[in-house]
C-alpha cells in the first residue's frame, strides 16, 4: 500500500484530508509534517496518521509519496530533498517559482524514475472535465472565446510570504490564475499571442499584481480570457466559465456547481437554457489525488505533470515579460 505524507498542513494541506476515505487499501495518510506542530496534529487526528513531525526530514522513512503543499518558494528545496530521497511527488501549484528551478525538479524526476505531478485541481472538477469533453468533441460546434473569471478576497496576515514577489514568484496570476492558463492551453491548443494587464489597486497588500486581466490569440484564430482578483468585496460571478461555441455557450457555475447550455436567440425571454450537469460545490481535490495513485499503480503519465505544467508558466513569465516592456508578448514558441 502507498503511503503518502502531507508536507505542509495549511490551506491546500488541510483541502487534501477528505479523500483518504476513498483509498481503501490502495493508499494511506502515513505522516503530517508541518512547522506549526498543533497544525500538524490536527490533521494527522482526522486522517488517522501515523506520525506527526515539524520537517519533513524525519519522515522520510516512512514514505513513499508526499503532497507537498508549502510556500512557493520552498517548491523546489524541498521537492528535490524528497526526489533524492526515491519519493513521488503531488506537487501544489505552481511547480516551482523559476524556469530553473522548474526544470531542475522535472530533470531529477525523469532521471529517478519518480513521478511529478502538479496539482492543477481544476482540471479534475467534475464541471471543468465535462465542458472539456463537450468542446473537445465539438458537441456544439466550434469554441471561438472561453472567458474564464476567479473573483475572491485572499489576503494574508502582515508580512505574509504570499504578498511577495519573491517568496510568491509573481502576483496573482503566477499564484492562482496559472490554474486557468492551464486550462486555457489545453483546450484551445498553441497560443500566438497575448497580454497581461495587473494591478495591486484594490489589493494594496501585494507587491505584485493582485488584480489581474490576461488575452490570449490561438493558432486557430479563437480567443481566450482570463479575469481574476483577490480583491473582491463582492461577487456575481465568482468561478465561472463562458464558452462561446458556434452552436451554443456553455456556461460552467463553478461556484454553484451547475454546468449550463444557452442556445437560440439572445433575448432572455426567448433564449434557451438547459441543465447539463450538476456537481457538489468545492475544489474537488480528491480527484487529483485519485489520478495521482491511478497513475502510479498503471505506470501512466499524469495530466498535469511537470513539462505540461510548465508550459502554462513560461507563457505567464511571457506574459510579465511583455507588460514590463509595453508590447505584446509573442507565444508561438511556447
Known sequence: MLR????????????????????????????????????????????????????????????????????????????????????????????????EECLALIDAAERAGLMLMVAYCMRFHP????????????????????????????????????????????????????????????????????????????TPWMEGEGTSNVSLKFANGALGYHFGTWGARGTRLKYSFHAHCTEGMLEGQISRGRLLLHQGALEKEQGGEKLLLEAAVGKHVENELLHFVDCLERGRRPLTDGRRSLRSLRVIWKLYEAEARGVVADLRAI
Open 4 to 99: 503518502i505524507g502531507l508536507i505542509g498542513c495549511g490551506g491546500m494541506g488541510q483541502a487534501h484530508r477528505s479523500v483518504f476515505g476513498k483509498l481503501q487499501g490502495r493508499a494511506r495518510f502515513a505522516a503530517a509534517v508541518d512547522p506549526i506542530l498543533p497544525r500538524a496534529q490536527a490533521v494527522a487526528d482526522l486522517m488517522g496518521c501515523d506520525t506527526v513531525a515539524t520537517d519533513y526530514r524525519q519522515v522520510l522513512n516512512d514514505i513513499d509519496a508526499a503532497i507537498v503543499a508549502v510556500p512557493h518558494h520552498l517548491h523546489h528545496p524541498i521537492g528535490m530533498a524528497l526526489l533524492r530521497r526515491g519519493k513521488h511527488l503531488l506537487m501544489e501549484k505552481p511547480l516551482a517559482n523559476t524556469e
Open 127 to 202: 464541471i471543468v472535465v465535462e465542458m472539456e469533453r463537450l468542446i473537445k468533441a465539438r458537441t456544439y460546434g466550434e469554441l471561438f472565446q472561453l472567458s474564464i473569471w476567479t473573483e475572491q478576497h485572499t489576503q494574508g496576515e502582515p508580512g505574509s510570504w504570499m504578498h511577495r514577489k519573491e517568496t510568491l514568484g509573481g502576483g496573482q496570476l503566477f499564484s492562482h490564475g496559472c490554474h486557468y492558463i492551464d486550462i486555457l492551453l489545453a483546450w484551445m491548443g498553441q497560443p500566438v499571442s497575448g497580454t497581461h494587464t495587473g494591478t495591486n489597486f484594490g
